[in-house]
């Protein structure tokens, strides 16, 4: 009788569809070679023991959540910053101005505006236009935070000097103008599709509002 080959294909398979495999049979983890995550000269140098292999890994996943807090606390001082700076502003001009120059410098993203569909609104601070029809689409609910990539059919970034890749929508409560108003983040990297620093952005994004409405209702 010939026997058929096993091929790493089935292994992977029997593996996934019994991943009580190594639990049941522990003694065969002591004569299995797994990868090393370091680059080595040769492939020895890329092998490693399972007990090596289980802490290189946890030595990777620390690595990553210390870079994380590390990136969180940055931000998180950035936003208080920029918050204390925000309630400082006296006349809606004042705030604009700061909004779409200085705080895009500080958030390191190439921009940062009020969307609305009224004409009249957006020529005067100088904020992004788009059609009713467009803004509605985005627009479900007051004070919700999304953090995607670009749908360029919206055309919200249209007329930035640099192709935008990913953004942060926030929408505004009507009662502050009268009609529907986006507050957006827009960045050329992959910035927003982490989800990093959600909580940071919602939490500036309604002491925007906030501010916002003090100024238009004075």
């Known amino acids: 009788m010939i026997l058929k080959k096993i091929n790493d294909k089935q292994v992977e398979k029997f593996l996934s569809e019994n991943k009580d495999f190594f639990i049941r049979n522990p003694s065969i983890l002591k004569d299995i070679e797994f990868p090393s995550n370091s680059l080595g000269s040769n ?60 705080l895009t410098r500080v958030f390191e993203i190439e921009v940062i505006s009020l969307v609305s569909s009224e004409k009249k609104f957006t ?20 004070n919700q935070l999304i953090m995607d990539a670009v749908d360029s059919s919206l055309e919200i970034f249209k007329n930035s000097d640099k192709k935008i890749y990913s953004n942060a929508i926030f929408t505004l409560k009507k009662d502050i103008l009268k009609h529907n108003v986006l507050l957006v983040f827009g960045s050329t990297t992959k910035h927003f599709l982490s989800n990093k620093a959600f909580d940071l952005i919602n939490f500036f994004s309604l002491v925007f509002e906030e501010k916002l409405g003090n100024l238009m209702n004075d």
């Open 123 to 142: 020529d005067r601070y100088k904020q992004i236009f788009i059609t009713k029809e467009k803004l509605d689409s985005i627009f479900e609910k007051e």
């Open 43 to 102: 492939q020895k140098s890329k092998i490693i023991s399972f007990k090596d292999w289980i802490i290189e890994s946890l030595k990777t996943k620390q690595r990553n959540f210390i870079e994380t807090a590390k990136h969180n606390y940055i931000t998180q001082q950035k936003v208080h910053d920029a918050i204390v700076n925000l309630i400082r502003k006296k006349t809606p001009d004042d705030l604009f101005q700061y909004l779409n120059k200085d």
